[in-house]
């Protein structure tokens, strides 16, 4: 998930340079509001990871610590889109979403060889406000789109399983408030005045998901904190009503 972090805002950012000026002069659609507005329903599903882990040493277990393993939490999205032309291929897009993410780590204690799984789950409502350009394909039209996100947590628990026992809760609460931006492509196609849309996405948090626990002193959580931001690549589906 780090490696593609990384990598997709670089291919982002490319097909937003790439708009060629027969864009800008409108001359991919004979009127700037050809492409008409749009408000829908989306609904996606959502691998969810961690975009940066600093500190691993809160998940370190066993005399011979070993390198948490991480693993990806499903999930789910969905809400409502609006899109609105602006000129030539370039239009924006509002979405509001319920959306949920996390994350997983698995460590084995070397002293005994028992798992320690570490799960975090959150579920957000999320603004997001993507910068889209539209561009024909056949009969059909692709975009690439990018812009930030706001989400607010509506709920999240952090639950430790060992050996068939669950403790909830270990590390103290989430913040309240997440930020960070989104990025990818989708595929339009017209069924009539209604248009099914695909998209691939991947957003990426700025923000440090973790609140300090009570049972830390600030000069404790600042050295053993692990920074998780959260990070989710998507799959969707929508319809325009």
């Known amino acids: 998930m780090l490696k593609t ?3 997709m805002p670089v ?10 000026s027969a864009v800008q002069a409108g001359k991919w659609f004979p009127s700037h509001r050809t492409a008409r507005s749009l408000i829908g329903l989306r609904i996606g599903y959502n691998m969810a990871s961690f975009a940066q882990v600093d500190h691993l040493d809160l998940f370190q277990r ?12 499903p999930g789910f999205g969905c809400g409502i889109f609006g899109y609105i ?5 370039l239009g924006l897009r509002f979405e509001i979403a319920y959306t949920t993410k996390g994350g ?15 799960r975090f789950r959150t579920a957000y409502i999320e603004n997001a406000l993507l910068l889209e350009v ?20 509506m709920s ?16 103290g609460n989430y913040k309240k408030f997440d930020y960070g931006v989104t990025y990818g492509a989708r595929l ?39 920074n998780l931001k959260n990070s989710v690549l998507a799959l969707g589906v929508g319809i325009s009503l």
């Open 11 to 20: 291919i982002a950012a490319v097909c937003i340079m790439m708009i060629p």
């Open 188 to 226: 339009e196609i017209p069924l009539g005045r209604t248009v099914l849309l695909c998209d691939v996405r991947f957003s990426i948090g700025f923000t440090d998901i973790l609140e300090k626990p009570i049972r830390f002193t600030y000069e404790e959580w600042k050295r053993i904190k692990p």
């Open 104 to 118: 997983e780590y698995e460590v084995t204690d070397y002293g005994d060889g028992s798992v320690y799984t570490f």
């Open 85 to 89: 032309p602006l000129r030539g291929a």
């Open 62 to 73: 066993g005399t011979v610590p070993g390198i948490p393993d991480e693993k990806t939490s």
């Open 134 to 153: 539209r561009v024909p394909f056949g009969g059909l039209h692709t975009g690439a789109f990018l812009g930030p996100y706001f989400a607010r947590l």
């Open 156 to 171: 999240g628990d952090i639950e430790l399983k060992h050996l068939g026992s669950n403790q909830y809760s270990y590390f």
């Open 5 to 7: 972090a990384r990598i």
